[in-house]
């Protein structure tokens, strides 16, 4: 095609695209999602297929206490219990005190337990991999204990 060719072809282009009545915006909009919803169905969606639980049960008593627990294929495992308790000084400050664990095959093989308490002291969870604070220099140490001897704390 010659150059003049090329640019009638693009001046008629033009010329055509401006004489045709432009696109709607709602119905421009109505294009681009049914675009982004053809491009999700497209994508990949892997192979993942439901993890079979194979042991399950659960309680729930009249008093509000209660406890369930569930291991699935994969080796996870989910265990929790708790009751009603009275959590401050009035007769009405009443909470649920839980505890349980869970554990889990991680990506590299190695079975991760958490083994947590829920109470009046709040959420404290434990476990091998979680990070321990550092322990405290000495003199912290003796500064603490010379002001609990002097009534400080």
Wanted: hydrophobic letters at 35%; aromatic letters at 8%; a negative charge.
């Amino acid at each position: 095609m010659s150059v003049s060719a090329s640019n009638t072809f693009l001046r008629l282009f033009t010329e055509d695209q401006q004489r045709s009545s432009p696109v709607h915006p709602r119905k421009m909009k109505f294009i681009v999602a049914i675009a982004f919803l053809a491009l999700a169905l497209a994508a990949p969606q892997g192979d993942k297929k439901p993890i079979e639980i194979v042991s399950s049960n659960s309680e729930m008593n009249a008093d509000g206490s209660y406890s369930f627990a569930f291991e699935s294929a994969d080796g996870t495992k989910v265990s929790e219990s708790g009751s009603q308790k009275q959590v401050g000084p009035k007769p009405e400050d009443i909470g649920t005190v839980s505890k349980g664990s869970y554990s889990y095959t991680s990506p590299d093989g190695v079975v991760i337990t958490v083994n947590w308490v829920a109470d009046e002291n709040g959420f404290q969870a434990t476990g091998d991999h979680l990070p321990t604070p550092p322990p405290m220099p000495e003199h912290v140490v003796k500064m603490l204990a010379d002001l609990k001897t002097a009534g400080v704390l």
